[in-house]
């Protein structure tokens, strides 16, 4: 069955510290892939996402990930986190339609919460 | 200005009994969506509506009827719930064809 992995439950980071969070997945073939964050009480917000093209995506708040096929990942990662980054980040696999998906069907890994002590 | 809005934000019922979860968008899409999140934190899709008919039913018991009176709604009714009912329910929509969703805050119901 397809699956997304994320190796790191929780990550404990000072400000101005550079982060990575892995991420990854079990497709095989053509794959859409996304970051999503979750600010305490608040809805899932779109980080970024890959479909095609330049495997390294930039996104929103100074994140960016990098899609290396051959070892089925999309890590996030940011230079240098702030306090407000504090957050719960979750990666996301959906096959495209185009390729037999169903539309929206994302596979969500299990998150990884993010503390940025100040 | 929220685009996708759930009611309510938190539910806590008795076993046995029957509720809804409100979800509506504002964006002008065409295509909804219930997630469930559960307690270890897995965010899987329940059902996906494509103008008003259902497109996408995993394996969800019956008791989970969802309803779409309209494009920009889907509601979401469980009957005789149960224990292991007990997650947050997210809400998402987008473009037909596309597959970037904008999810909503999330309603968390808690089953006694």
Known sequence: AQSVSQHNHHVILSEAASLELGCNYSYGGTVNLFWYVQYPGQHLQLLLKYFSGDPLVKGIKGFEAEFIKSKFSFNLRKPSVQWSDTAEYFCAASRPMNYGGSQGNLIFGKGTKLSVKP | ?112
């Not at chain 2, 779409?68 to 469980?78: E, F, G, R, V």
Request: proline share 4%; hydrophobic share 35%; aromatic share 10%.
């Open chain 2, 1 to 112: 200005d929220t685009a996708v809005s759930q009611t309510p934000k938190y539910l806590v019922t008795q076993m046995g009994n029957d509720k809804s979860i409100k979800c509506e968008q504002n964006l002008g899409h065409d295509t909804m969506y219930w997630y469930k999140q559960d307690s270890k934190k897995f965010l899987k899709i329940m059902f996906s509506y494509n103008n008003k008919e259902l497109i996408i039913n995993e394996t969800v018991p019956n008791r989970f009827s969802p309803k779409s009176p309209d494009k920009a709604h889907l509601n979401l009714h469980i009957n005789s719930l149960e224990l292991g009912d007990s997650a947050v329910y997210f809400c998402a929509s987008s473009l037909s064809g596309a597959n970037v969703l904008t999810f909503g805050a999330g309603s968390r119901l808690t089953v006694l």
